[in-house]
């Protein structure tokens, strides 16, 4: 079966810092593997996904992810943090099917920038 | 750039009542999915839909729940007697075809059972 782990549930980072949020998942084959952020009251809006390839993504508002399989890990990146930023983080691993992927999501990294 | 509508954004109802969570997937997707994120948990997987049947269906969807595309822009989800248990944030999302494409999320109805 698979699921996603991501250690940290609160992460505090001052604004300009550099982020990384942590996320391993358990999954039998080539996993693929998405980023989603939720700001307050809203849905889920995807960052990024890997499916193949580079193990090195890029994504929307100046994120990144890179893939090691090695490790089992999809950690995410932002070398510069602003204030907008500040939301809930959630990495989620799909099932491949034949008709659409069901999403297995991690319990989600609450960041909090600093001024 | 298109995006899934939820409606309504607020639902309070009381134990035992039936209740339509109503879900605009994006037009040109054809894969259709709902989660569930009770306050404090992960979300999780319900259902997945796609050609008028479901695909896949998790644990949590027992025959309380069910799912329907009345028409060719609509989707449903039709909790039949609901519990306290049931309150939680209820997402849509839908995807293109193909297996290795992107869920688009709704901003989900928050479902309160009194």
């Known amino acids: 079966a698979q699921s996603v782990t991501q250690p940290d549930i609160h992460i505090t980072v001052s604004e300009g810092a550099s982020l990384e949020l942590r996320c391993n998942y358990s999954?039998?084959?080539?996993?693929?593997l998405f980023w989603y952020v939720q700001s307050p009251g809203q849905g889920l809006q995807l960052l990024l996904k890997y499916f193949s390839g580079d193990t090195l993504v890029q994504g929307i508002k100046g994120f990144e992810a890179e893939f090691k399989r090695s490790q089992s890990s999809f950690n995410l990146r932002k070398p510069s943090v602003h204030w907008s930023d500040a939301a809930e983080y959630f990495c989620a691993v799909g099932a491949v099917k034949a008709a659409g992927n069901k999403l297995s999501f991690g319990g989600g990294t609450r960041v909090l920038v600093k001024p | 750039e298109p995006e899934v509508t939820q409606t309504p954004s607020h639902q309070v109802t009381q134990m035992g009542q039936e209740v339509i969570l109503r879900c605009v997937p994006i037009?040109?997707?054809?894969?259709f999915y709902w989660y569930r994120q009770i306050l404090g948990q992960k979300v999780e997987f319900l259902v997945s839909?796609?050609?008028?049947?479901?695909?896949?269906k998790s644990e949590i969807f027992d025959d309380q729940f069910s799912v329907e595309r009345p028409d060719g822009s609509n989707f449903t989800l039709k909790i039949r007697s609901t519990k306290l248990e049931d309150s939680a944030m209820y997402f849509c999302?839908?995807?293109?075809?193909?297996?290795?494409?992107?869920?688009?999320f709704g901003d989900g109805t928050r479902l309160s059972i009194l």
């Open positions: 999302a839908s995807s293109g075809t193909g297996g290795n494409q992107p869920q688009h």
């Open positions: 037009s040109n997707h054809l894969y």
């Open positions: 999954y039998g084959a080539t996993p693929y």
């Open positions: 839909f796609y050609n008028n049947e479901i695909s896949e």
